[in-house]
């Protein structure tokens, strides 16, 4: 690399290691973020002679980039922002810590993937599924997918891996040369009931999806997901034993696959490494605490609450909602959850927010308690299990809790 790469690769290391050492967090941000005032092109810099995959859409992108990167690695060594800071501060970070590497496996904030390609130049780039997602500061759904399909259009040379559940992804990514589709299964519908092309309804039967005015239908997957495994192109089932709850981490797990076999990594290499992933940047993590096993679920917007209550045992539950910079300052999206599944079990609710949650429970005729402080919740429920669904900052916020305890 050029002496002025070299130099602000030391000093991204360094402050983000300093950032650690003072209990500040990975490092992640403010690393890179130094490493790309002295050096600009860092990024481009320290993407040069590797393999890299991308991973991007509105939810799973943490999950599956970790767990790409496990299945990777039977590949060698592999540079991962494992910690989700998705934005090139976090990606100069995670490639200037891991030293020289094979591969890097970098989760993408779709907002920036077009930015990133052009400087990271990937071998794959996964798409994994779009939602709405903090609308107070982000496009609408139909616009994004239209900056996506725009952005593979200059770039015919990039494999893209893409879910054909998703019509939205599906329209972003037909016209790349070099596709393959996987299919996850997709339970949340209720932003693709419109064609982004030409704006006719979308009718669904089953798996299958097609749209009324057009030629957009879900393409046929050469990865899918069926009952507790993955069957690849070749017909193979593959039983996927992984630590993750819930339905929605076994499509992760295939677009995973999907995405590590276009490095060559055959699925008995893969599936294995699968297995290894037992929490993912705290999300899914088990603590013990004062006689309860507390599990923390990340959820941000309507689609992951949706699966967050799929995962989440039948147990005392605590949900945490703040509406914060990294949240979305506009809560209205509470009112696109059916939060009826939580009626049959005792509900604590807390959060900068929690009283705009609690007029939508008291609209579904969710029984909830308030309770001002994790430590509060922890006292009200009887020892046992705890489950814990909370927004972006909430969660660092109980994670920071448990960790001052600890």
């Known amino acids: 690399m050029p002496l002025r790469a070299k130099v602000a690769t030391s000093v991204s290391r360094t402050a983000a290691a300093l950032s650690r050492a003072a ?119 139909a616009m994004m997918a239209q900056m996506w399909r725009t952005v593979f259009a200059a770039h015919p040379e990039i494999h893209v891996v893409a879910n054909a559940d998703d019509p939205m992804v599906v329209w972003a990514a037909m016209h790349t040369t070099h596709l393959t589709w996987f299919s996850p299964g997709q339970r949340w519908l209720d932003d693709s009931w419109v064609c982004p092309g030409c704006g006719s309804g979308i009718e669904r039967d089953g798996a299958q999806w097609w749209c009324t005015g057009c030629a957009l239908r879900r393409p046929p997957a050469q990865w899918t997901v069926e009952d507790d495994g993955v069957t690849d192109p070749r017909g193979d089932w593959h039983l996927i034993r992984l630590q993750l709850p819930g339905q929605v981490n076994l499509g992760n797990a295939a677009a995973a696959l999907a995405t590590a076999a276009e490095f060559g990594v055959r699925p008995l290499e893969a599936v294995p490494r699968l297995a290894t992933v037992a929490s993912v940047a705290g999300r899914y993590a088990k603590v013990e605490r004062d006689g309860r096993t507390i599990r923390l679920l990340l959820a941000k917007n309507p689609a992951s609450w949706l699966e967050a209550f799929d995962m989440a045992e039948p147990a005392p539950t605590l949900l945490s909602i703040n509406a914060r910079i990294a949240d979305g300052f506009d809560t209205s999206w509470l009112y696109d959850v059916d939060f009826s599944p939580l009626r049959d079990r005792m509900v604590l609710i807390t959060g900068d927010r929690a009283y705009d949650l609690a007029v939508r429970l008291d609209v579904n005729d969710v029984p909830f308690r308030y309770v001002g402080t994790f430590s509060e919740a922890i006292q009200a429920t009887p020892p046992g299990r705890l489950e814990v669904i909370a927004n972006y900052t909430a969660f660092q916020d109980i994670r920071t809790e448990l960790d001052r305890v600890n």
Not at 90 to 99: D, R
Not at 103 to 130: C, G, K, M, Q, W
């Open 23 to 141: 209990g500040r967090g990975d490092g992640a941000v403010i690393g890179g973020w130094l490493g790309l005032k002295i050096d600009p092109d860092l990024l481009r810099n320290l993407s040069a002679g590797r393999a890299i995959a991308l991973v991007s859409g509105t939810n799973g992108k943490t999950t599956t980039t970790r767990l790409a990167a496990a299945a990777l690695s039977a590949r060698g060594p592999v540079a991962s922002n494992s910690f989700g800071a998705n934005m090139p501060s976090g990606h100069t970070s995670a490639l200037a810590g891991a030293g020289v590497t094979p591969f890097a496996v970098l989760e993408v904030d779709e907002h920036y993937l077009a930015r990133v390609i052009e400087e990271t130049h990937p071998h794959v780039v996964s798409l994994l599924n779009l939602s709405r997602d903090q609308l107070d500061r982000t496009e609408e759904v």
